[in-house]
């Protein structure tokens, strides 16, 4: 079973930067596509970032210029860089992992980790 671990999350002053790291394990990484999501309560769990197995990468409108996805194969590890955090990025941030190589991918996810951010 596809195992994915955040980490990074924590309370952040506006204007800051967090780290966030997705750790996966139990998979062939280099044939999956990894993605930030994220969620407010009340709210539809929403796309931030996501990487393909070969790097290309696409942002929800909200993070362009200010959030990278990055990911490091040899170390099956996606990241998210975000830099001048604003009080609405707050929410837990879940790392997905989708197999490109099935045409009905199953969406595996982390446990989740909490970003706030404070005006």
């Known amino acids: 079973q596809v195992q994915l671990v955040e980490s990074g999350g924590g309370l952040v002053q506006s204007g800051g930067s967090l780290r966030l790291s997705c750790a996966a394990s139990?998979?062939?990484?280099?044939?999956?596509?990894m993605a930030w999501y994220r969620q407010v309560p009340g709210k539809q769990r929403e796309l931030v970032a996501a990487?393909?197995?070969?790097?290309?990468?696409n942002y929800a409108d909200s993070v362009k210029g200010r959030f990278t996805i990055s990911r490091d194969n040899a170390k099956n590890t996606v990241y998210l860089q975000m830099n001048s955090l604003k009080p609405e990025d707050t929410a837990v941030y879940y790392c997905?992992?989708?197999?490109?190589?099935?045409?009905?991918?199953?969406?595996?996810w982390g446990q989740g980790t909490q970003v706030t951010v404070s005006s």
């Open positions: 997905n992992a989708r197999n490109e190589l099935v045409s009905s991918p199953y969406d595996h």
């Open positions: 139990r998979i062939i990484f280099n044939r999956y596509s």
């Open positions: 990487i393909t197995s070969r790097g290309s990468t």
